[in-house]
């Protein structure tokens, strides 16, 4: 009798492990691929987008702009080629050189790139003390993990009435949230470029919320002005 419950049992217990092992659902976190995946829990339903279909992001240029004696605005122009894909807290490294090509300074930080084609990535107030920067270089530290961005969870967001003052010293925009919930945590960008396409100037902005189907003025100042700018550049960069 007890041989019987006991083989009972054992039965039981293998055939929970066989429907376990042979019905689970595929997973996007199980280290293996299965489902409709292109690779091990990436493609297919999952967000993560597989690394060998994955474009790597493009410095298309790298700058420094001196604001004040000592004190730069660092930029760089990123292309994001991975359409509907952004990737998150990706760490980078812009380097200041002066014209001996000597190291000046590393400035490392970290940025967010959205599912945009254009991502510009803004340090402001980097102290040099009383070097010179003469170029810079810009470089991402590590391989960027790109996810799949559902384009129905971005707001839509626009800029119109932009305005840029003669002596380049005050930018204007209105920034509109097109869409029926409030938008948060946006930074917008703006670049000033001369006649030539080379970028003279850059700063960005933060706003917190943009309540739905309204706009928010967005400003950028450069006190002492740029002159001979003859386009500005406003990119959005919604959070995701």
């Not at 299965?34 to 990436?42: I, P, S, W």
């Not at 920067?133 to 810009?138: G, I, N, T, Y």
């Not at 470029?193 to 030539?196: E, I, K, S, T």
């Not at 003859?230 to 550049?233: G, L, P």
């Given at each position: ?58 410095v ?25 894909a952004?990737?998150?807290a ?11 090509n000597?190291?000046i ?6 940025a ?20 010179v ?6 470089a ?7 996810h ?25 925009a ?13 930074t917008?960008?703006?670049?000033l470029?001369?006649?030539?396409g ?31 700018i003859?386009?500005?550049?406003i ?6």
């Open positions: 009798m007890y041989y019987l419950v006991g083989l009972v049992v054992l039965l039981v217990l293998a055939y929970a492990a066989w429907a376990s092992f042979f019905n689970t659902s595929p997973s996007c976190f199980d280290n293996k691929q299965d489902g409709t995946e292109l690779g091990v829990d990436c493609g297919g339903s999952c967000s993560l987008v597989c690394p060998d279909t994955a474009r790597q992001p493009v298309s240029w790298a700058r420094s702009f001196l604001v004040a004696p000592g004190s730069y605005t660092l930029a760089a122009y990123v292309q994001n080629n991975n359409i509907g952004g990737a998150k990706v760490p980078y490294s812009f380097q200041l050189f002066d014209a001996d000597s190291l300074k590393e400035v490392d930080g970290t967010d790139l959205p599912p945009v084609s254009v991502v510009p990535i803004i340090v402001p107030n980097v102290s040099v003390q009383n070097r920067v003469a170029h810079v270089e810009f991402f530290s590590s391989v960027p993990s790109w799949t961005v559902a384009g129905s969870s971005l707001p839509s967001l626009s800029i119109s009435e932009q305005n840029l003052s003669a002596d380049g010293s005050r930018l204007s209105i920034l509109t949230n097109q869409t029926l919930i409030d938008a948060q945590n946006i917008v960008a703006a670049v470029f001369d006649a030539d080379v970028a003279r100037a850059a700063s960005k902005s933060y706003v917190a919320d943009v309540a739905a189907q309204s706009g928010e003025q967005v400003v950028f100042t450069w006190p002492s002005g740029v002159p001979n003859v386009r500005a550049e990119t959005v960069l919604p959070s995701f």
